[in-house]
């Protein structure tokens, strides 16, 4: 009942930590997505040296586990390490570096099997029509649009879940680097249970939120075929 009072009655140490996740999120999910997305489309459509070997190193990196990802950035952004100097470390910032490091595989390795799904699709008619590589890649991204959303909120789904890595570098500093994944792991250790399950329905509200839209964009793109 405390949990449901909470959340109907918008807290305002929950609405703070809904909103700090949703922001880190949501821009690592944006930064993921500006970086994965070409790097997928380069690995379709070229034929560069090593592409095999990045495609494989892509793949690969959809399972690094976060508490590694978060360990290497914690390396980077100490003092001692080389942008120790930035003094990011248990920021929200550097919050968003881990989320970013962890979606941006998903989106480069989903992106880069869209396009080439496209590209095997449309080749022989962008090629009759004499269209550049510059502008296949911009016409197979328009074309697979509704995709490369569902491939953005993937990315999302895998940095809003994270714990580990955000821990590791964010402190879980109260009012300032608490999200909604590491104050349930600490409520939940400190016997503290409505929050708990408070930031848990937020959580699965999300989660469910996502997966709607990612099934009404297939059924979408499933209808326009």
Do not use: C
């Amino acid at each position: 009942m405390i949990a449901f009072h909470l959340v109907t009655h918008a807290d305002s140490d929950l609405l703070e930590i809904v909103g700090l996740s949703l922001y880190v999120s949501l821009t690592a999910t944006f930064l993921a997505a500006l970086l994965g997305m070409p790097l997928g489309v380069i690995l379709a459509l070229t034929t560069l040296p090593g592409r095999r070997m990045m495609i494989v190193i892509v793949n690969a990196a959809m399972g690094l586990p976060p508490v590694v990802v978060g360990l290497f950035i914690y390396l980077i952004l100490s003092r001692s390490g080389p942008l120790g100097v930035l003094g990011l470390l248990y920021t929200p910032t550097a919050m968003v570096v881990a989320q970013t490091v962890l979606a941006l595989p998903i989106v480069a390795a989903l992106t880069r099997q869209v396009t080439e799904d496209m590209w095997a699709e449309y080749r022989e008619q962008l090629l009759s029509f004499g269209v550049r590589p510059r502008q296949a890649a911009t016409t197979l991204l328009w074309e697979a649009r509704s995709s490369l959303i569902v491939v953005a909120l993937a990315g999302f789904g895998r940095a809003s879940a994270e714990v580990g890595a955000v821990m590791i570098v964010g402190g879980n500093i109260d009012h300032y680097t608490r999200v909604m994944t590491t104050t349930i792991a600490l409520e939940t250790s400190k016997g503290n249970l409505s929050l708990a399950l408070a930031l848990g329905l937020i959580l699965l509200f999300i989660a469910l939120g996502v997966n709607s839209v990612v099934a009404a964009l297939s059924s979408s793109a499933r209808a326009s075929l």
